[in-house]
């Protein structure tokens, strides 16, 4: 199996993708998160790392197919993830406002 990779060097078009979506809709910004990519045959199984330390991801695969149409579960993806990590990043920041 191949090991993850930086998204933005395994596919930049996908890594400009959740970035862009992730900041517009959810004011998530790249430094707030860590995008990883895993290449084979069939498609990238992508990994997002966000909260403190980076502790938390959500995942999924895309086939090559899916990446060239982009297709409505990218869309789904990056929706489920920007509401998970959004709702992270607040608790986060109050534990750390809490005396």
Request: glycine fraction near 6%.
């Amino acid at each position: 199996m191949n090991r993850p990779a930086p998204l933005q060097s395994l596919s930049p078009n996908l890594y400009r993708l959740i970035t862009m979506k992730l900041e517009d809709e959810y004011h998530i910004h790249p430094y707030d998160i860590q995008i990883f990519g895993t290449e084979n045959e069939d498609g990238i199984h992508v990994t997002v790392s966000y909260g403190s330390q980076f502790s938390h991801q959500a995942d999924q695969f895309f086939t090559h197919q899916e990446l060239d149409d982009g297709n409505s579960k990218i869309d789904s993806f990056i929706e489920k993830t920007g509401i998970q990590c959004r709702e992270v990043m607040i608790d986060d920041y109050f534990k750390k406002m809490t005396p």
